[in-house]
Structure formats: C-alpha cells, structure tokens
C-alpha cells in the first residue's frame, strides 16, 4: 500500500487553513449591552446599532436569559418588519416609537420568513423570549425606559 507524501509545510498549512475557517464561522459580532425597564422588569439588551448588527441579530443563537433580549436602532422613525430567517429560538418583537412607547407586539416562530411588521413607523424593536411581554403583563402603549439613550 502507498501512502501519499505529504509535506510538513502543506500539513502546518492546511491545518492552519481549517483552524482559520471555523474560527470565522464560528466568530459573531459583538454587541454592547444596555440596560432598560419595562414598568419593574429589568432588561439586559444587547444593542443592534449598525446595519451588521441589525443584520445578525439574534441569528443561530440557541439559549438567551429570561430577562435578555436585544433592542434594533434604527436612525429614523420608519416602517420595520422582522423576520427569523437563520434564528432558532422563538421570540416576541415589541416595536417601539421615538418616545419608547410599544405599538404593537408580535410573537415570531424559529427559522421562518414570515414578516412580522410594525403597525406604523417606529425607531426601536425589542425582541424577547417569546412570550416574555405576555407573562409580563406589557402591552402596546406601556413605556420601555432607557431606550433613547441605550448605554
């Protein structure tokens, strides 16, 4: 039986090659987190603040915090849908206007491309474990504070 020969420089090479390429694939962005409130819930959110952000979002994310969550910023009031292409735990979307009150919220299914959008032009979105703003009795027109200025 023949072996193929192999250098060790191709061998430290493609070794190299494979270790690169599953640390970019495994490499997500990195959010800041701020701290808000819905009425006495507290709320650790990362922030998506840039397109690459808002883009990543909670995508193949497999666990999040009961009280973890993200807030989407976007630069000006606008019409915003979601959807949970790539994401795979089920989540609820509240969307907020410029003043941090709720419009609407939805509860979005795990890798759909469903849309789930808001009732009128917003500037925030927060999702949460589905069902979060059920349990917590939060409803459309309820404030989340420390959203204008997510630190």
């Known amino acids: 039986m023949t072996y193929p020969s192999f250098s060790l420089r191709t061998l430290v090479f493609s070794g190299a090659l494979l270790i690169t390429a599953h640390a970019g694939a495994q490499q997500a962005v990195k959010f800041k987190v701020a701290s808000l409130s819905a009425g006495i819930h507290l709320i650790k959110a990362e ?7 808002r883009a990543q979002g909670l995508m193949f994310r497999e666990k999040m915090g009961p009280n973890e969550g993200m807030i989407f910023l976007f630069g000006a009031p606008a019409g915003v849908c979601m959807w949970m292409k790539n994401t795979l735990l089920p989540l609820s979307v509240a969307f907020i206007d410029d003043d941090g009150k709720i419009v609407n919220i939805e509860d979005m299914k795990p890798q759909t491309t469903e849309s789930h959008c808001a009732v009128k032009p917003i500037r925030y979105a ?23 200025n997510p630190k």
């Open 47 to 53: 922030v998506a603040a840039t397109e690459a952000e």
């Open 126 to 148: 927060l999702e949460m474990n589905a069902g979060w703003f059920k349990q917590k009795n939060i409803k459309a027109g309820m404030v989340i504070d420390g959203i204008s």
